[in-house]
């Protein structure tokens, strides 16, 4: 019995989903046309003819993984307390990692020139939420709201970069992972002074 042949949108499709383990595995620099075209069972030419060589297929995975990941971590903040929105944003990261391995590694590993969109961009989106969420956390509490950008790049950068361990380690559990990251952030920031100084004189 004779394989139906994939429509456009099918190939499509399945060289994304080759080309996006293949990445993840080998880097943008690693990735040849050559290895993703046999992996996926076609010639070479069908690959350029869908996205015209391994930088226009980057190109959309890395925009799929963005638009996903971007999506996941917004709604994570939209609504609840402060402590909640914390939680939630946290484990949303994780929840991420854990389930698109192959989609945060490429989003963290591999930076394209003139790529308008990649995971530090994602970063400063997600900096400009909670800065906008710290900014009135502050104000309610009579802290400078002017910092509270400040705070957000501090919060932001904890979490990116414990995901980013995380990503290869795996243990502890995620859930264990989140409530040690929520402890610092909240207990930092319910414990915190409206003048920090440092001990020592520099």
Known sequence: MARQRMTGKERREQLISVGRAVFAERGVDGTSVEEIAQRAGVSKPVVYEHFGGKEGLYAVIVDREMLHLESVITASLGEGAWRARIEQAVIALLTYVEDNTDGFLILVRDQVPGEERSYSTLLNTAVGQVSHIL?????????????????GQALVGMVSNTAQWWLDEREPGKEIVAAHIVNLCWNGLRGMEAQPKLVNEY
Not at 135 to 151: C, I, K, Q, V
């Open 135 to 151: 900014g009135s956390a502050f104000e309610h509490r009579g802290l400078n709201p002017d910092l509270a950008t400040l705070y």
